[in-house]
């Protein structure tokens, strides 16, 4: 019994060291059995002509010439649905060494754009990261969106130096930095406003997924269900929820039945004991861009976002199965960033999450 306490803390003493708790596992698992994807008939499927505002890939572009900056930056449309985002938060880029906050993936905003759930992985290519929780109400006394937008940053930058000042103690204590663990690609953090759960999908991109409930206390996983959609079907990367819980991914066609590129859209139910999808039978005949970044929902405008970089397309959920091509908006932006998610808070207004550096930029139209 003293061996296995002296060792538990010698391994508990060692990842304090490396920055964090070892990866946390051991969430409740559930399997469930069969398919979890509806069955449908291929020869029904339809899309609409959307206007093609497909952007291709290009070399993100960093937004800064010194990390600390104060003054903020904008990205504006350049075809399609007017809107601009504008810096409102700079996130950190580093906190124990340099850039290892340097890879956001996803984000989460409660409804009243008080708290912030950012995952980060620790490189471009892992899939082991973190959930960064941030209490943007009181951080915003700091002036963190207006006069001192680099405190956020330098308070972070001073704790991988161990220079911490009072003020740098003061702002910290409204940042909470989860364990690692294994999060797959990390772009699909969502949170069910129904229930308030945060979930992600563990395996995008596999047709032996999973998804992962979070807590919002311990910020890692709580339980994990494993699924199939069907053996011929992965699931997807990304991940939403509408107002009545019902949960959402998108993926681009390679060809086949339904037209190379064209948009699918599932719609479902995620729970802790089980998950069930279907493929909505009309999807959009043009993707927005080259990668399927995030998907979002609009609660005030009751609309689907799909977010590629660069590029944004949202359908009102209303018409799901039956859209015209008049009611699909897209959009173009400029700046060449690398868009990583986008939320809404209840009032409508958009926030987007994008990298070189990691920041939050807000929509400065009313609604989007």
């Given amino acids: 019994m003293i061996q296995t306490r002296h060792w538990l803390l010698a391994a508990t003493i060692a990842a304090l060291l490396v920055g964090g708790p070892a990866l946390s596992a051991h969430a409740k698992t559930t399997t469930q059995h069969g398919n979890a994807l509806a069955a449908y008939n291929v020869k029904r499927y339809k899309t609409v002509k959307n206007r093609n505002l497909f952007v291709k890939r290009y070399a993100f572009q960093q937004s800064y010439t010194n990390i600390f900056q104060t003054s903020p930056t904008q990205i504006s449309s350049t075809k399609g649905k007017a809107v601009t985002f504008k810096s409102n938060v700079f996130l950190p880029v580093t906190y124990q060494r340099s850039a290892d906050w340097g890879n956001p993936q996803s984000e989460v905003l409660t409804p009243n754009g008080n708290t912030l759930y950012e995952l980060i992985t620790t490189s471009s290519q892992s899939t082991t990261g973190r959930i960064v929780r941030y209490n943007l109400g009181a951080l915003r006394h700091f002036g963190i969106t207006s006069t001192h937008m680099d405190a956020l940053r330098r308070a972070t930058y001073d704790h991988s130096v161990g220079k911490l000042t009072a003020t740098d103690k003061a702002i910290l204590k409204n940042v909470t930095v989860g364990p690692l663990f294994n999060t797959g690609h990390g772009q699909s953090l969502a949170r069910n406003p129904k229930n308030g759960q945060l979930w992600f999908i563990g395996k995008p991109g596999a047709v032996k997924s999973n998804v992962q409930q979070v807590s919002t206390k311990t910020l890692k996983p709580s339980t994990k269900v494993n699924f199939t959609l069907k053996n011929t079907v992965p699931m997807g990367s990304n991940l939403t929820f509408d107002k009545h819980g019902k949960a959402y991914f998108f993926t681009y066609s390679n060809g086949g039945w339904a037209p190379k590129g064209a948009v699918k859209i599932y719609q479902g139910t995620i729970s802790t004991k089980s998950v ?93």
């Fill in 276 to 368: 069930h999808f279907h493929l909505v039978m009309q999807g959009l005949r043009y993707a927005p861009g080259t990668k399927p970044q995030s998907m979002a929902y609009n609660a005030k405008r009751n609309r689907l976002y799909f977010v590629s970089d660069s590029s944004l397309a949202s359908i009102p959920v209303s018409k799901l199965g039956k859209l015209k091509a008049s009611q699909v908006e897209g959009t173009n932006l400029n700046g060449h960033r690398e868009f990583e998610g986008l939320q809404f808070t209840s009032n409508g207004s958009g926030y987007l999450l994008v990298n070189k550096g990691a920041e939050l930029m807000q929509t400065t139209h009313a609604t989007f």
